[in-house]
């Protein structure tokens, strides 16, 4: 399976103007790409360096495998903005949204990922360093720091491209790794049903609970902070704001990978596979106070879904995700569908009389419902993990459609060309 190890680099001033300039001119020379790309409507990698190939080499002193990266970087941003048509990520067809997307080319932010291949990057684990192409030469030993896992993973494993990104003044390699997956477990003894929630961000059928009240009380406090700090609006403030951006979303993260390995490591143990909610679509089909939307919207139970996931199938485990429709007012004793089941956070069946915590029950029901799947013989549904699980989202916010600016009137004029190779309406 493809994991991604991401090690910090340590350039000297010099290094990190170089690493800068080099960024700024792989990024200028694929918004470039992409607007000839659009006027032609020429969207393959090798057709499209036809056309673009010897111009970026020579306009931005680009070399080869560099002006290749950043044509074939051009042809993926096209590809992904495709599939967000069609999956309807960007708004209905003929909305304002998804037109802006459409007829226009994509643009790239000037310090947007750039890929690097073996002959572009060498590495020096030992010393760790790194020997990295810039625009002004090789840049030699630049020093990146990891710890004794990253470094171990990246000497063994270690296979593919790497992409630089830079992120609020910090500069970061991330490091494609193939590392060798556990044979599946086909014959799990039982499942550890896993309810999802706000309140408790994970609870177990054995019944252990992962509270979510600190992590809840570090969100509003953070919310609370950023509307003070946004009504201020002084320069000071606007520095404070910038100083802790993400700041909540790498707590909440760090949260989600130390419940995901803690579930994995519980269900490798016993020997068991892992039951999870489906719960795709749950924003658009609640409706919430306004006082609940915040909460409910900072709610990362896909990123968590996510890393039980691919923990798991590096682990071996199965993993069964369940339809969660009314495993809230379902008794896990004796099957009692009930609204009045629910009374707060508690469970009480109005049949039998069972009293449990409201979200235990709900992942007895899923633990069971998993099971039941599994023994009408559906395979384990953990996904493939994504090449870069969230660190590849630096290249793909540079090129989202979002940020497109308008090359030329000519340019415009040439969606009818765009749409009718996505395969949409013209």
């Not at 048509?85 to 994509?106: H, T």
Request: glycine share 6%.
């Amino acid at each position: 399976m493809k994991l991604v190890v991401q090690v910090k680099l340590e350039p000297t001033p010099k290094q990190a103007a170089a690493l800068e300039a080099t960024l700024h001119a792989c990024n200028e020379a694929a918004t470039w790409v992409s607007e000839i790309a659009f006027e032609c409507g020429e969207f393959k990698n090798f057709a499209l360096r036809k056309h673009t190939y010897d111009a970026v080499k020579s306009r931005w002193n680009l070399g080869a495998q560099a002006a290749q990266h950043v044509i074939k970087k051009t042809c993926d941003a096209y590809t992904t903005l495709k599939a967000n048509l069609r999956a309807g990520n960007l708004g209905r067809p003929g909305s304002r949204r998804y037109r802006k997307a459409a007829e226009k080319p994509i643009a790239f932010r000037p310090r947007g990922a750039q890929p690097y291949d073996d002959r572009m990057l060498s590495w020096q684990i030992p010393d760790r360093t790194v020997s990295i192409w810039t625009t002004s030469g090789r840049v030699k030993n630049v020093a990146f720091t990891a710890s004794v896992e990253q470094l171990a993973t990246l000497a063994l494993y270690r296979k593919g491209e790497s992409d630089l990104l830079e992120r609020d003044g910090m500069w970061f390699l991330n490091a494609t790794c193939e590392v060798p997956e556990a044979p599946l477990h086909t014959d799990p003894v039982d499942f550890l049903g896993i309810d999802l929630g706000i309140v408790n961000i994970a609870t177990t059928s054995d019944g252990e609970i992962m509270a979510g009240r600190e992590l809840n009380r570090t969100r509003l406090r953070e919310r609370g902070l950023r509307t003070k700090l946004q009504k201020k609006n002084t320069p000071s403030a606007k520095r404070r704001l910038k100083k802790r951006r993400r700041k909540e979303a790498r707590r909440a993260k760090d949260i989600n990978h130390k419940i995901a390995k803690h579930v994995v490591a519980e269900a490798e143990r016993t020997g068991r596979g892992i039951a999870l909610e489906d719960l795709t679509g749950i924003r658009e089909r609640v409706r919430l106070r306004r006082p609940q939307r915040a909460t409910h919207s900072s709610w990362s139970f896909r990123q968590l879904g996510v890393f039980i996931a691919y923990k798991a199938r590096k682990a071996g485990v199965p993993v069964v995700h369940v339809d969660p429709a009314y495993t809230s007012r379902t008794c896990a004793e004796c099957g009692h569908v009930d609204k009045a089941n629910r009374v707060k956070a508690w469970f009480a069946c109005r049949n039998c009389g069972f009293v449990d915590p409201a979200d235990r029950n709900g992942s007895r029901n899923i633990r069971a419902r998993a099971w039941e799947l599994w023994r009408r013989g559906v395979p384990s549904t953990a996904p493939a993990p994504p090449r870069t699980p969230w660190s590849e989202a630096g290249r793909k916010r540079s090129i989202t459609a979002s940020d497109a600016r308008c090359a030329s009137p000519s340019l415009l004029a040439q969606g009818r060309v765009v749409r009718r190779w996505m395969g949409l309406s013209t």
